[in-house]
């Protein structure tokens, strides 16, 4: 309500694929909580790899994407994570009918968003869990959840690590669920900003956060 009589402020929100971990930007976009807060939002689907890059050159004000984003404030870039939403990725690796066990996917392919992603290395730690040596199955970066789903389908992969709502839509169509989600595991969506915006316009930022946390 304060900042009603305020002309919205345009940013842009980049997330990286169509699941579960974008819900709450949508949810506020479509509640209209963003409005409340005198924003006007732009959410726009990207590459992982580039969120960072994206944050840094002013082209977004945040980015969700928690671990390639996250890799480039280790690597010194000017980023700081300043909102988790989902604190552990509810992912599962869902495999072909044929598939009832873990070692059957030695030479196998697993189709992931991005190589050393999220989903990637959740998987991997998984497999690892039940004994699994990660060499031998083949990660293929393949892109979206939609993607991933249909790579499995077409026998393109015999592997997939997915979160919801796409895990249920295969085990609709008869794909095995072979693992997940993890008992621990990392952060898989969030909201990272630059140094220079929380410097700037540290209103902006609380404004956003209040209106996800809404």
């Known amino acids: 309500g304060a900042f009603a009589a305020d002309a919205p402020q345009k940013i842009r929100i980049v997330y990286a694929s169509r699941s579960s971990s974008a819900l709450p930007q949508y949810m506020a976009v479509q509640k209209g909580y963003f409005k409340e807060q005198a924003l006007d939002v732009e959410i726009i689907q990207m590459n992982p790899r580039l969120g960072a890059a994206a944050i840094t050159s002013g082209e977004v004000a945040f980015a969700t ?4 984003t ?7 870039l000017p980023i700081k994570l300043v909102f988790v939403h989902i604190k552990k990725g509810p992912y599962y690796v869902m495999v072909r009918p044929e598939i009832k066990d873990v070692q059957q996917l030695r030479g196998k392919k697993i189709g992931v968003a991005t190589i050393k992603g999220t989903d990637q290395l959740v998987a991997e730690e998984m497999l690892q869990a039940k004994g699994f040596n990660i060499s031998q199955i083949q990660a ?3 892109g979206d959840g939609p993607v991933r789903m249909q790579a499995l389908v077409s026998g393109a992969v015999e592997a997939v690590c997915l979160a919801p709502p796409h895990d249920f839509m295969l085990r609709k169509m008869g794909y095995n669920a072979l693992l997940g989600p993890p008992d621990v595991g990392l952060p898989s969506a969030g909201m990272l900003t630059s140094d220079k915006l929380i410097k700037e316009n540290p209103q902006l930022v609380r404004r956003t956060l209040k209106a996800l946390l809404r």
């Open 65 to 68: 994407p928690f671990t390639s």
């Open 140 to 142: 293929v970066a393949i």
């Open 70 to 76: 996250f890799r480039g404030a280790l690597q010194g």
